[in-house]
């Protein structure tokens, strides 16, 4: 079988460790799997993807760019990265990763066209799929797009995403 994972976030916490032992774990078993995953070159070889990764075969997201604007006062999430820095479960200050309940629509769908270049720019992209539907406002965005954001979105939809209303009122 031919499996695609996701994770919007460079290497640095419990759901790079699940996504890189579940990943080997179906190599083992004969599956071909492929992960499209943030990196960030940082000087800490754990954020970076390949390094933390091995061998399972990786479309990359590089946030670098976004990261390093970050640091010289610049809006890393701004259309004029590449890669605008992936959002956070947690919304503090002083970090590059706004909280998801924070982002606005047009970041969401900044955020999903990035990721669904990237997949269908990966050697071996196939199409994502969810098993249940988007959230309203992430629905403007997808049109031909092959994936979500999935559990974040629907945070940020449950949490309150200020745009999440008035996308639902043009629907």
């Not at 083992?28 to 000087?43: I, K, Q, R």
């Not at 992936?86 to 047009?106: A, N």
């Not at 669904?116 to 992209?125: K, L, N, P, Q």
Request: net charge neutral; charged share 25%; aromatic share 8%.
């Amino acid at each position: 079988m031919k499996i695609l994972m996701g994770l919007i976030f460079y290497p640095r916490g419990g759901s790079a460790q699940v996504a890189r032992y579940l990943s080997r774990a179906l190599i083992e078993l004969g599956h071909e799997v492929h992960l499209t995953t943030g990196t960030l070159h940082d000087g800490d070889p754990q954020h970076d993807a390949n390094a933390f990764f091995g061998e399972i075969p990786l479309t990359l997201v590089d946030y670098t760019d976004a990261w390093r604007g970050f640091g010289q006062g610049e809006d890393p999430l701004s259309d004029k990265w590449e890669a605008p820095f992936h959002p956070s479960y947690e919304d503090k200050s002083g970090v590059p990763d706004r909280g998801f309940c924070r982002l606005t629509e047009r970041r969401v769908c900044g955020i999903v066209a990035v990721l669904d270049r990237s997949i269908r720019g990966g050697e071996r992209a196939l199409p994502a799929r969810r098993s249940s539907p988007p959230p309203s406002h992430l629905r403007s965005c997808r049109r031909g797009a092959s994936l979500s954001l999935g559990a974040q979105a629907d945070a940020a939809a449950r949490d309150g995403d200020q745009d999440a209303g008035a996308s639902r009122r043009a629907e």
